[in-house]
């Protein structure tokens, strides 16, 4: 089946899920590849069976390379660590959302582990581009973090790895008794790659102070856990990280080139996993 058939037989299914950005009233019907709500606002499914909710195109830095860049390194493995721990949180056929998506391999490698109904969004246009080639596990679509086009108390998982928040938007979305599963990084994340490159600078540290403080106010109860592993670099994977990564964005080129791989043989990911409900 085409992807464009996948996406409006999901939407179909789904329906009751979404909500129109524009107006936030329902959605009608799926007809002619065309998502109609009540007061006759539309959008167009494109061929790869994604959707653009966005009423103009909004900035991003995150290139088609780049993105490339960071599927390769995600498909080596460096998330696996805590996917697993998120996807031992996720129940068969539940709905989950993934806020800020990106190229969609979380997505994907969380649909291998648990079976569920997963939707991405990013603002993103290539992202969303490139997350379609994951359309038969997951459907995914471009829109804005303020203005979510999914309807109040529908999803049972929201997921926010390494993105932006909105935590009132959150709460309108998830079902009574959902959980937000949010994932910062710690000092030691990517720590290798930040001291050679920033060492005495700002840079060469990081504080998830702010981000848990915020995060605390809204879900009090929250829980959490940290993941830590080191993954050894091979050529390729040290190329992608370069490329994939926002600490090499502003980096000057004596900078770039003392990145070899005798210098930075391995890289760790040390990440806190929040779960509020």
Same mark, same amino acid.
């Given at each position: 089946?085409?992807?464009?058939?996948?996406?409006?037989?999901?939407?179909?299914?789904?329906?009751?899920?979404?909500?129109?950005?524009?107006?936030?009233?329902?959605?009608?019907?799926?007809?002619?590849?065309?998502?109609?709500?009540?007061?006759?606002?539309?959008?167009?499914?494109?061929?790869?069976?994604?959707?653009?909710?966005?009423?103009?195109?909004?900035?991003?830095?995150?290139?088609?390379?780049?993105?490339?860049?960071?599927?390769?390194?995600?498909?080596?493995?460096?998330?696996?660590?805590?996917?697993?721990?998120?996807?031992?949180?996720?129940?068969?056929?539940?709905?989950?959302?993934?806020?800020?998506?990106?190229?969609?391999?979380?997505?994907?490698?969380?649909?291998?582990?648990?079976?569920?109904?997963?939707?991405?969004?990013?603002?993103?246009?290539?992202?969303?581009?490139?997350?379609?080639?994951?359309?038969?596990?997951?459907?995914?679509?471009?829109?804005?973090?303020?203005?979510?086009?999914?309807?109040?108390?529908?999803?049972?998982?929201?997921?926010?790895?390494?993105?932006?928040?909105?935590?009132?938007?959150?709460?309108?979305?998830?079902?009574?008794?959902?959980?937000?599963?949010?994932?910062?990084?710690?000092?030691?994340?990517?720590?290798?790659?930040?001291?050679?490159?920033?060492?005495?600078?700002?840079?060469?540290?990081?504080?998830?102070?702010?981000?848990?403080?915020?995060?605390?106010?809204?879900?009090?109860?929250?829980?959490?856990?940290?993941?830590?592993?080191?993954?050894?670099?091979?050529?390729?994977?040290?190329?992608?990280?370069?490329?994939? %990564?926002?600490? %090499?964005? %502003?980096?000057?080129?004596?900078?770039?080139?003392?990145?070899?791989?005798?210098?930075?043989?391995?890289?760790?990911?040390?990440?806190?996993?929040?779960?509020?409900?």
């Amino acid at each position: 089946m085409k992807k464009i058939e996948l996406a409006k037989q999901f939407l179909t299914t789904n329906l009751a899920v979404l909500q129109c950005p524009i107006c936030q009233d329902v959605f009608a019907s799926v007809a002619e590849h065309q998502l109609l709500c009540v007061n006759g606002h539309s959008f167009d499914l494109a061929k790869n069976g994604t959707l653009y909710f966005l009423a103009k195109q909004m900035k991003s830095e995150y290139t088609k390379e780049m993105l490339q860049h960071r599927r390769a390194f995600l498909q080596a493995g460096f998330f696996q660590p805590f996917l697993k721990e998120i996807a031992s949180r996720i129940t068969p056929d539940s709905l989950v959302l993934d806020v800020g998506c990106g190229e969609g391999t979380p997505v994907q490698q969380l649909n291998a582990q648990v079976p569920a109904r997963y939707i991405g969004f990013d603002i993103s246009k290539p992202a969303i581009q490139l997350a379609s080639d994951y359309n038969a596990d997951a459907w995914f679509c471009a829109a804005d973090l303020a203005r979510m086009p999914f309807a109040d108390h529908q999803l049972d998982t929201v997921l926010n790895i390494f993105s932006p928040s909105q935590y009132q938007e959150f709460k309108r979305v998830l079902k009574p008794g959902g959980q937000l599963i949010k994932v910062i990084p710690n000092a030691g994340y990517l720590h290798e790659l930040r001291e050679l490159l920033y060492h005495g600078q700002a840079k060469e540290s990081y504080d998830h102070g702010p981000v848990l403080e915020l995060f605390a106010q809204h879900f009090p109860d929250y829980q959490e856990m940290q993941v830590q592993k080191t993954m050894t670099l091979t050529p390729e994977t040290l190329r992608d990280l370069v490329e994939m %990564t926002p600490l %090499t964005w %502003t980096a000057s080129k004596a900078q770039l080139a003392a990145i070899t791989l005798e210098a930075l043989p391995e890289i760790s990911l040390d990440v806190t996993i929040l779960v509020g409900k």
